[in-house]
DNA sequence: GTTCCGTCTCAGGTTGATCTCAGTATCGCT
DNA sequence: AGCGATACTGAGATCAACCTGAGACGGAAC
């Protein structure tokens, strides 16, 4: 649903006015002040973009988006760099990133940028989710279960990739509630279940064995 | 082939520095000084890449791109702007420039940017797109299917090559919305629908099955 | 000027996704 | 086994998303 943004900086007053604007355009936004705190951070919540301040202390942000890279991660990567510091925007442009910024900027320009960023890598990321024999395809919004082909609505599809996304992990209501219906509390309301089961009855229709697992009074499960 | 380019700027220290620059990369280079003269040089000889400063004597940067695009031209165009001319920028953006490049600049960058900028529009011209019994020139901007020949406006030319370039691809309201309207949000119009209304009829107009399918709540994809 | 064409807006109708609710089933515990 | 808490299910109300036809508007061609 809505994008998650990582935003890499030490100086809080970037990484709080950063936070504020990507919050107010409809971001879930992560802060990390140093490079290994966001090679954490992005393991913990693979970010859909990450914002990265060059100058850090520490692993620079140029290192960190080697690191990234070398890892296999394409997430696409928004550089911040100092004024006229020309030849770390073509470098940094070299290591991976796929724009840059130049400090002080508009935040109107940073989130045209990072809406242009989100857009481009939302065309060009089609990666197919496997388990067990569940394919879901994130270009075509489809999923398969072994040949036979099942068509998802929206919100079907949200929670059905969170699920792929961490298959044999425990995710709780909280986390669930959060990422596809963006409650941040758990009110009264059972949609989170009736959807499971929306899902348990589309991916069993022929009367394959379960795959989402309920574990009673914390959440829910995706494995065999 | 070597490409050709189009710089546009009064300042002579610009042209001049362009000139030399781009030629020793082995582009061959016209220069224009005002937006009119910019207009006249593009259709004597089309360059593959228009460089455009936004401070222009007459018709200025932003509208000589728009008059570009409104003539169905999709040529790259990078844009030069005064340093901090912050909302120019983002404007441009969404004016139909490509990238932009902030004066004063580096030539190494600026050469970074033109061959980007190249690469990606190289992989993008005249091809025959085919799905289904569906063909769509690019070049003729034709449209067949099967036997029948469909002919369409510029706007519903560009949608159809859009959801053709990705068949089975879902594309969401946003990027359809940006890639043909170059609107950055999702206002209150609903262009969008009727076009593909349009496309609809035409391609179905005896009756052949549906190809452009909605996907409710996201976008819409082409495919059986 | 008139006509044509392409684009966009608006209002009304339709469909389908989402959520709520109430009743039922299941689980874990004593 | 029996109990309370937790989870599931089916049916229907609600609401937003989408489609469509008619027409206003502006620019280009005649």
């Given amino acids: 649903m809505k994008a998650h943004i990582l935003v890499v900086d030490d100086d809080p007053r970037i990484t709080d ?6 919050a107010y355009e409809g971001y879930s936004v992560a802060i990390a002040v140093s490079g290994n705190e966001a090679l954490n951070r992005s393991l913990e919540r693979p970010p859909d973009l990450v914002v990265l301040d060059i100058m850090l202390p520490g692993l620079n942000g140029l290192e960190v988006a080697q690191r990234l890279r070398a890892a296999g991660d394409n997430v696409p990567i928004l550089m911040l760099t100092a004024r006229d510091a020309v030849a770390d925007r073509v470098k940094g442009l070299e290591t991976g990133a796929d ?6 900027f508009a935040p109107d320009e940073l989130v045209a940028r990072v809406k242009a960023l989100l857009r481009r890598s939302q065309e060009e990321r089609h990666e197919v989710l496997r388990y067990a024999d569940v394919e879901l395809d994130t270009g075509t919004r489809v999923a398969h279960r072994g040949t036979r082909e099942i068509e998802l609505s929206p919100t079907e599809y949200e929670l059905l ?3 792929m996304k961490r298959p044999r992990q425990v995710l709780t209501r909280e986390i669930i509630l959060d990422r596809v219906w963006g409650m941040d509390f758990e009110g009264s309301s059972n949609v989170m279940e009736v959807y499971i089961g929306y899902l348990r009855n589309k991916l069993e229709a022929e009367g394959e064995p379960r795959l989402i697992h309920t574990v009673r009074g914390v959440g829910y499960v995706f494995k065999e």
Same sequence: chains 1, 2.
């Fill in 17 to 22: 006015l950063l936070r504020r604007v990507l």
């Fill in 161 to 163: 990739q969170l699920l």
């Fill in 99 to 104: 724009d840059y910024l130049v400090k002080p």
